[in-house]
């Protein structure tokens, strides 16, 4: 057992630092990146345990760990747009629906055609939208403005903004689906 253990222990140290690289290229976030890297690793100790051995661990671990990336961004396609306070001011979100859609820019060339592909169909996805909507999710996911600021500028109610956005998103959802299908 403790010569498993050891063999165990020398692939960990061997196939980490490749396999932290090939996760921080697709996820931008260090902690989301982080987490991946530990539930492959965990997985691979529980995996290690079975009766059955891993062939090739290496390709083992990297399969492994594109479909937690795969699955994380499933899961945060799934996660809701933004909150409205029980105050009724807009919070903020720390990462807007756009960003959360699309790969990372940093997650090599899988990434870089699937986020290419994905803004190209965003783009004619938009020009689909009524204009308010369009141009509320404009002003919000790529300007960066706040529901705040646009219910001051434009004297439309702030629960009218958060649904025209909601709206855009839906619809931008139901037509990204296929090619999200497609790449993921």
């Given amino acids: 057992m403790d010569e498993q253990n050891q063999?165990?222990?020398?692939i960990i140290a061997r196939e980490r630092g490749r396999l932290r690289s090939f996760i921080r290229r697709r996820v931008s976030h260090l902690g989301e990146a982080e987490d991946i890297l530990q539930d492959v690793l965990f997985e691979l100790v529980e995996a290690w345990r079975l009766p059955e051995p891993i062939e090739?661990?290496?390709a083992w671990l990297f399969r492994v760990a594109r479909n937690r990336i795969i699955d994380r961004f499933r899961k945060r396609?799934?996660?809701?747009?933004?909150a409205v306070s029980a105050n009724g001011e807009?919070?903020?979100?720390e990462h807007h629906?756009?960003?959360?859609a699309l790969p990372s820019p940093d997650g090599g060339p899988e990434a870089a055609f699937a986020r290419a592909a994905l803004l190209e169909a965003i783009a004619l996805a938009l020009r689909e939208l009524p204009a308010r909507q369009r141009e509320v999710f404009i002003a919000h996911e790529l300007e960066g403005r706040s529901f705040k600021d646009m219910a001051a500028a434009s004297g439309t109610n702030l629960n009218t903004l958060l649904g025209w956005k909601r709206q855009a998103v839906l619809h931008l959802r139901i037509r990204l689906q296929p090619l999200y299908d497609e790449l993921f």
């Fill in 77 to 82: 396609r799934e996660e809701p747009l933004s």
């Fill in 56 to 58: 090739q661990v290496g």
């Fill in 7 to 10: 063999h165990l222990a020398e």
């Fill in 90 to 93: 807009d919070e903020e979100v």
């Fill in 97 to 100: 629906w756009l960003e959360q």
